[in-house]
């Protein structure tokens, strides 16, 4: 056995050490791709989806290269370990996988064109004391698709102040209201942060603290503190039933958020480039590479 040092580079991803922290990217991997593309020299955007696109399938739509479609789409995917920015824009244009049209191909171009603007961008895992404190943001998008009409859900799980986990993925079933939207998406995002807990114990750390699970939908917040099941709430009484468990037993708490706060807004519809960076801010994403 050899011993090579401290970690820089494993599969693609970049580890930089500092006293501000930790700082994964796959700039290399970002500009390798551009290059293969063509698209070292394009011009590039804020975004990586333009706001208020609406991707759907058309009757008539003109095809493209599917094989390249697929292609690019896989290899996006694997930068999006690092890159949380781009989990939604990619949730979207892999819905069509099988029967890309060129709207969907403009989608991926712009994807890439969003990576020509900061790709070395990444994750900072800043040193922090408190790294029992466990934060899931959860939003959903009902109805959204314009395909199917199913909903989008997606979460940000925080460890220590940390973003550790996240996911934007269309929902199974077709809901018939925002509250269930939204019941669902967190019994999602309580279930990873349920897993983190027993990792965190298998590592030798016991988290005493709530989780904070945050989700910025009133009637799901209300359902979810009402002792009494209604027949309206029927269809998710077992996310319910779930949920108000985990808060009986002091495993959970709910607390109120603004709208205008939801960071996991970002995964679950398109938002405008100010609202975008900010979030991307709070998220602790950042360029070490970018000249200052």
Known sequence: MKDLGSLKYFLGIEVSRSSEGIF???????????????????????????????????????STDKGRYQRLVGRLMYLAHTRPDLAYALSVV?????????????????????????????????????????????????AGAVDDRRSTSGYFTFVGGNLITWKSKKQNVVARSSAEVEFRGMTLGLCEALWLILLLQDLGYLSRQPIRLICDNKAAYDIAHNPIQHDCTKHVEVDRFFIKEKLDDKIVELPKIRSEDQLADILTKVVSSQVFSK????????????PT
């Open 24 to 62: 994964l990217s796959q700039r290399k991997y970002a500009l390798d791709l551009l290059q293969e593309t063509g698209m070292s020299g394009c011009q590039p955007v804020n975004t990586p989806i333009e706001e208020g696109l609406k991707l759907c399938v058309k009757p008539n739509q003109v």
């Open 279 to 290: 979030f991307l801010d709070k998220l602790g994403m950042c360029d070490i590479y970018a």
């Open 94 to 142: 892999s819905q069509y996988m099988h029967n890309p049209g060129e709207q969907h191909m403009n989608a991926v171009m712009r994807i890439l064109r969003y990576l020509k603007n900061a790709p070395g961008k990444g994750i900072l895992f800043a040193k922090n004391v408190d790294h029992q404190s466990i934060e899931v943001y959860t939003d959903a998008d009902w």
